[in-house]
């Protein structure tokens, strides 16, 4: 008697990190952007403009051909009452999609360096090289502690600067999702459903009540590799300022499934392959709290 199989829950990363245009080929991708111009200085009387500079940076990531095949044989095939290798290629299908959430949410556990020598979460402040002050600490356990959390990730991400960190404005982002793993859902939800940030004061407004969208990933919790009970992530909207990016093959942006039945032997393979690349591509719209 065959049991039902496990309905895998959807992959999460794609609700709040970016997709970008399909790649034609395996070359490495250069995502770059441009700088801002510094503010305009004052002209004097029959004075000469100052000349401005435009400076840019890039990101960089290529794809990989993520792949596996099943075989099984005709015997088994053939006394298969119940149907159940004709799953086979759903099963397939949500290892695909297993796999490339995994891949995302490692962006954020690796905190790779970045491309200007920082890694993506650092505590360094902003008017140095590499500095993106977007990590903040301290031990967490009630609603009004989160609140204060969230007031000093807010801070931090509005402040933020472009790639003219001496003469550049603030880019005044929000957070718009929040992203945590199983052990700090109670917590959390709690905080974003709270009408009152201190349980002692009832009458004090808990400004993040459905502030954020909140997003949970098993990947990010201490049971998976890298991971922590502890540490969550706050991530602006991708349509306001790149966060990570994830992109597929040109044609391919669904798995291929293809099936093979053999000569040689009595026997079927059904193997699945796709071409799926994920990076971190600005850390402005992204904050981590670690929790302790």
């Known amino acids: 008697m065959l049991r039902r199989s496990y309905d895998e829950a959807p992959a999460s990363y794609t609700q ?40 840019d940076s890039k990101e960089t990531y290529k794809l ?6 099943f075989s099984h044989s005709w015997q088994l095939v053939v006394n298969d009452a119940l149907n ?39 505590t360094t402040a902003i008017t140095t090289a590499g500095g993106h002050d977007n990590i903040t600490t301290g031990t967490l356990t009630t609603v ?21 960190i001496t003469n550049g404005a603030a880019l005044n982002l929000t957070p718009n999702w929040i992203i945590f793993p199983p052990a700090l859902r109670g917590i959390i939800m709690q905080t974003l459903n709270s009408t009152s940030s201190d349980a002692t004061n009832p009458g004090l407004t808990n400004i993040w009540q459905n502030g954020l969208v909140p997003i949970q990933d098993a990947e990010l919790g201490g049971a998976s590799t890298g991971g922590s ?37 009595l026997a079927m393979k059904q193997r699945i392959y796709q071409a799926f690349a ?8 992204m904050q981590r709290h670690n929790g302790a």
Do not use: C
Not at 24 to 31: G, Q
Not at 144 to 160: I, K, P, R, S
């Open 16 to 55: 709040w990190m970016r997709q970008g245009p399909s790649v034609a080929d395996f070359k490495t991708v250069n995502k770059v952007i441009a700088g801002e111009l510094g503010d305009p200085k004052a002209v004097p009387e029959d004075g000469e403009f100052e000349e401005e500079t435009l400076t």
């Open 64 to 69: 990989t051909v993520w792949g596996s095949i």
């Open 84 to 122: 159940s290798f004709t799953e086979i290629p759903l099963k397939l299908g949500r290892s695909m999609r297993r796999k490339q959430n995994r891949l995302a949410y490692a962006v954020l556990k690796d905190n790779a360096t970045m491309g200007d020598t920082g890694a993506l979460f650092n």
């Open 144 to 164: 009004a502690n989160y609140v204060t959390g969230l007031n000093t990730m807010a801070q931090q991400m509005a402040e933020q600067k472009g790639l003219d």
């Open 229 to 265: 009970d502890l540490q969550w992530y706050t991530a602006a909207n991708s349509a306001d300022v790149d966060t990570v990016e994830y992109a597929f093959l040109q044609g391919l942006e669904a798995p291929m499934i293809e099936q093979e039945t053999s000569f040689t032997s």
């Open 278 to 285: 994920v990076s971190a591509i600005d850390h402005r719209g």
